[in-house]
């Protein structure tokens, strides 16, 4: 298959507002280049004003394309730089495996792409022993590891789950978020995605960690209407999704059968909208919150 290869350098504070279009376009893939190539240590950081995005489009959506270069020189004028480029799968996979190198994510766990599991990369980097692996192939899926919602919510799971408890997790795109429940203890995983390529993602990326024969997880294409929902209890419900994806689907949420909501994915100026949504469908109170570059973690108990 082919795709147009976006190359995009752009000024960090302009990022929220491209991925919510790259989100609302459904291109066929985008990560953000780490430029460490080295595993971080809990102090560090990157500090750049600039950052690098590679955005993948089917070769004929010429429109999402057009849309791209819209959203650039209006918010940004002159001050970005987009090179393009048609290539092959395979060159896709080659572009993101030379970026996407080892990194912790949260206090407990150290992000490792699948295809590093056993090179010299990892004989030559020790990872401490309180850290554990999650082993990764993001593939055209959502969810590196990289973006604010992410960090949030595994920050988050490391310190609430509690072993043997059942979680389902919503827009599970790569499965990285039911992989960080079964490393901090949950036994019955249900993973839902509307796309068929998160689905296998999902899978694929489940079997690369060393957790499988011991925890209950199931992935299914589909929405929060999915039958296999009304079906089963959870300890905890998980939704790494944008507000507006939430709001549509508010009544669906408040019939999960969860007195447990993690919510992610909500820009810091829905806030007061996203606490009223859940006031008035869910019952309940928040419980605790956490903000990150202007993206809120939501917790939410009824």
């Not at 859940?278 to 928040?286: A, C, D, I, V």
């Amino acid at each position: 298959m082919k795709y147009i290869e976006l190359k995009v350098n752009l000024l960090k504070t302009l990022t929220d507002g491209l991925f919510e279009l790259l989100d609302s376009l459904n291109v066929e893939g985008y990560y953000e280049i780490l430029f460490d190539s080295s595993v971080p240590k809990k102090s560090e950081q990157i500090i750049r004003d600039d950052t690098h995005i590679y955005v993948y489009l089917n070769e004929e959506d010429l429109k999402s394309e057009l849309s791209i270069l819209i959203f650039l020189k209006s918010s940004s004028a002159d001050k970005y730089f987009l090179e393009r480029r048609s290539i092959e799968t395979q060159d896709y996979e080659a572009s993101y495996k030379e970026f996407y190198k080892p990194f912790l994510i949260g206090e407990k766990l150290l992000l490792i792409p699948s295809w590093e599991k056993n090179s010299d990369y990892l004989k030559n980097n020790s990872i401490e022993k309180d850290i554990k692996p999650l082993y990764l192939n993001p593939g055209l899926a959502f969810g590196t590891g990289h973006h604010e919602t992410t960090k949030l919510m595994i920050r988050r799971l490391e310190v609430i789950i509690k072993k043997g408890e059942s979680v389902l997790d919503v827009g599970t795109g790569s499965g990285i978020l039911s992989i960080a429940a079964g490393l901090c203890g949950a036994s019955k995983i249900l993973a839902i995605d509307i796309d068929p390529n998160s689905v296998r993602s999902a899978e694929t990326n489940w079997k690369e960690n060393e957790i499988i024969s011991s925890i209950d997880f199931t992935v299914k294409e589909g929405g929060f209407d999915h039958p296999e929902i009304a079906n089963r209890n959870f300890s905890l419900a998980l939704a790494n999704i944008t507000f507006a994806v939430i709001s549509g689907n508010i009544a669906e949420i408040s019939k999960i059968k969860t007195p447990h909501f993690l919510f992610s994915g909500i820009i810091f100026e829905k806030k007061g909208s996203a606490i009223e949504l859940f006031k008035r469908n869910l019952g309940g109170n928040m419980v605790y919150l956490e903000e990150l570059n202007e993206w809120l973690l939501i917790e939410w108990v009824r």
